[in-house]
């Protein structure tokens, strides 16, 4: 069974060394490993190059390659879609720039699929990382039930076999913040097999776009809620007005 991983990037200097010697420390290596660069001119490629020799030492086929920009694309998930066009590995996760995996993360992700062939999607527990130590928390994958009132796995721990990407297609580029969410919907409504491992196996720092842009992720998700709910679910509406009223 092979495992292909893919990190998109933009000037991601800061954290991305991290990243990438999280996935060298792994005690099973992925195959193979594509990096989809948005133009980063900080010392991202810089980096990516000087880890290049290790990877590939370690028999891991590493490729970096620019993001192809698509008008009216947005930008997040159309460079997933880029590198998950040309998947070769039964397995793939995806790893942001500034998230990181415990060294057994991949060999739990292997062991799981290889125990169940009708597995379709393995998830893990992510550790939300914040400067402030008060606001870190775990976030524990629960039921694909709660879609309508939220996201209820972390995608950042979260890997398919190839044939999810096959059946259901790819990234919704609509969606600048929550692709994620709506790829997790089309998953439920499909009935894929799906197996929640409560460990703590990747790391993710918090603070990213979704973070930054409450309001649009507020809107993104209750319109994609509403897109795959029953016309008379409550729920969405109902989850949209009480992440306004708390923040979220």
Same mark, same amino acid.
């Given at each position: 069974?092979?495992?292909?991983?893919v990190t998109i990037c933009w000037n991601a200097a800061a954290t991305l060394s991290r990243t990438l010697d999280s996935v060298l420390a792994q005690r099973v290596l992925?195959?193979?490993? $594509?990096?989809?660069?948005?133009?980063?001119?900080? @010392?991202?490629?810089?980096?990516?190059?000087?880890?290049?020799?290790?990877?590939?030492?370690? @028999?891991?086929?590493?490729?970096?390659?620019?993001?192809?920009?698509?008008? @009216?694309?947005?930008?997040?998930?159309?460079?997933?879609?880029?590198?998950?066009? #040309?998947?070769?590995?039964?397995?793939?996760?995806?790893?942001?720039?500034?998230?990181?995996?415990?060294?057994? !993360?991949?060999?739990?992700?292997?062991?799981?699929?290889?125990?169940?062939?009708?597995?379709?999607?393995?998830?893990?527990?992510?550790?939300?990382?914040?400067?402030?130590?008060?606001?870190?928390?775990?976030?524990?994958?629960?039921?694909?039930? $709660?879609?309508?009132?939220?996201m209820p796995i972390p995608h950042p721990g979260t890997f398919f076999r190839r044939r999810v990407y096959e059946k259901l297609g790819l990234y919704d580029t609509r969606?600048?913040?929550?692709?994620?969410?709506?790829?997790?919907?089309?998953?439920?409504?499909?009935?894929?097999?799906?197996?929640?491992?409560?460990?703590?196996?990747?790391?993710?720092?918090?603070?990213?776009?979704? #973070?930054?842009?409450?309001?649009?992720? $507020?809107?993104?998700?209750?319109?994609?809620?509403?897109?795959?709910?029953?016309?008379?679910?409550? $729920?969405?509406?109902? !989850?949209?007005?009480?992440?306004?009223?708390?923040?979220?």
């Amino acid at each position: 069974m092979t495992l292909e991983l893919v990190t998109i990037c933009w000037n991601a200097a800061a954290t991305l060394s991290r990243t990438l010697d999280s996935v060298l420390a792994q005690r099973v290596l992925p195959q193979r490993y $594509r990096i989809v660069d948005g133009g980063s001119t900080d @010392g991202t490629l810089e980096i990516l190059e000087r880890y290049r020799p290790r990877f590939e030492f370690a @028999g891991v086929a590493f490729s970096v390659e620019s993001q192809e920009r698509v008008p @009216g694309a947005a930008g997040i998930p159309s460079a997933w879609n880029q590198a998950l066009k #040309n998947l070769q590995c039964d397995i793939v996760g995806l790893l942001n720039a500034d998230d990181w995996y415990e060294p057994t !993360a991949l060999q739990t992700i292997v062991e799981a699929f290889q125990a169940e062939e009708s597995l379709d999607a393995v998830s893990v527990a992510v550790q939300m990382h914040h400067d402030d130590p008060s606001k870190e928390w775990l976030f524990v994958p629960q039921s694909l039930s $709660r879609l309508p009132w939220k996201m209820p796995i972390p995608h950042p721990g979260t890997f398919f076999r190839r044939r999810v990407y096959e059946k259901l297609g790819l990234y919704d580029t609509r969606y600048r913040i929550s692709a994620d969410y709506d790829f997790v919907w089309r998953c439920y409504l499909s009935g894929i097999r799906w197996k929640y491992i409560p460990v703590p196996l990747v790391n993710m720092q918090l603070g990213g776009m979704a #973070n930054a842009s409450r309001a649009l992720a $507020r809107r993104e998700t209750y319109r994609i809620a509403r897109n795959h709910s029953h016309f008379l679910d409550f $729920r969405p509406a109902l !989850a949209f007005v009480l992440r306004i009223l708390t923040g979220r």
